[in-house]
Each structure stands twice: as C-alpha cells, then as structure tokens.
C-alpha cells in the first residue's frame, strides 16, 4: 500500500493512501486511537482559534478533536451533530451532506436542546479533515437554524482545492494523489 508522510502538530505520520476513483487517492487521516496526535493538534487549535462560545463538529472523526479541544481550552461544552437521530434528542434540526468520503448522501441532526443553548451563541466548526467543504457547509447551516453565529471554521488539514480557500483556519494542507502515490497540489 503506497503511503504519504505527513508531519503535523510537530508529530510525524505515515497515511495510507486510498483510492476515490482509479486515477484520484487521497491519504487516510485518523486521530481516533492516537492520543498523542489527538492533543498536540488540539493544543495548535486552540491557540489559533477565534473567540468563541461553544464547539460545534459532525460524527464520527470530528469528536475526538471537538472534545480535546474543549477540555484543553477550560472543559468548554461542545455540540455533536449525529448522523442518525437518537431516542433521546427532544426535537430535531437537520441538513443533508454529502462527504467526500461517503458514497451517498447523508443528514446530519442536532438536537433541539442543543440548539436552544447555542442561540446568539458563538459558534466554533471543527473538523478533521475539510477536503470540498460540504460538511462544513452543513454544520454551518445546522448553527444557523440553531440560531448561533459561525464565528470561524477550523480543521486539523485542509486537503486539495481547500488550502486555498482564506475561510478555513488549519494546521497543514494535505495534497490529493495521483494512482501513483504522487501529490497533485
């Protein structure tokens, strides 16, 4: 399996480069089960991040992230947008997304006690990854509908045509790759 080196937070990384289509890879990110890169990232975050009331992220890869960077900066509450609607939700806002990653459309939900306390709130997107920004997108709706303002987005690396964009703070780009394990960026 080709593989690309990364060095992030000050820690290096070998991600496994997978396949979108047969000519488009891009290289596997994953924090979960890696503590260490989990809180160095989050330490970087945190010190690059604008001033905000509360952290809003999707399921599944941006928790891990979310919550380091709410118990780093003061144990600060955060807000998860499921992928399902659970039992214990008392009211639903949704949005439909399509990731990069997914190969079909999805809905992202916030629950209706969550959304009551970020009204006129600051809110913080965060994500692991931000590759065609359509989760983003969707967790900003989400805070608008909510009520809240989005006052910044934030992901660990912005891959491909998202390191350019002047909207999205980040740690450090991560190019896209051709079937050869070369980097397209």
């Known amino acids: 399996m080709k593989k690309y080196e990364l060095t992030i937070a000050g820690l ?21 089960g890696d ?29 891990p992230i979310a919550h380091e960077m709410s118990r780093i900066d003061g144990n600060r509450r ?10 214990y939700m008392t009211g ?3 949005v439909y997304v399509r990731s990069i990653t997914t ?12 959304a ?12 692991d990854v931000v590759s065609t920004g359509e989760s983003l ?14 006052c910044g987005r934030m992901c660990i690396l912005a ?4 390191a350019k964009r002047d909207d999205i703070i980040y740690l450090a780009k991560l190019p896209m790759f051709d079937k050869d394990g070369n980097p397209l960026d």
Request: proline share 5%; hydrophobic share 40%; charged share 30%.
């Open 137 to 150: 997108t969707s967790l900003e709706q989400l805070a608008i509908k909510a009520g809240g303002e989005v």
């Open 159 to 162: 891959e491909g045509e998202a």
């Open 12 to 32: 290096r990384r070998e991600l496994p480069l997978c396949p979108l289509t047969e000519d488009l890879y891009i290289g596997s990110f994953v924090t979960f």
């Open 103 to 114: 190969a079909k459309m999805q809905k992202l939900y916030l629950d209706q006690a969550d």
């Open 116 to 127: 009551d306390l970020m009204k006129g709130k600051k809110i913080l997107i965060v994500d």
């Open 35 to 63: 503590p260490e890169l989990t809180t160095a990232c989050a330490e970087e975050m945190v010190k690059l991040a604008p001033e905000y009331d509360y952290i809003l992220t999707a399921e599944a890869k941006g928790i």
């Open 78 to 87: 955060y807000f998860l947008a499921r992928k399902s609607p659970k039992l």
């Open 92 to 94: 639903v806002f949704e």
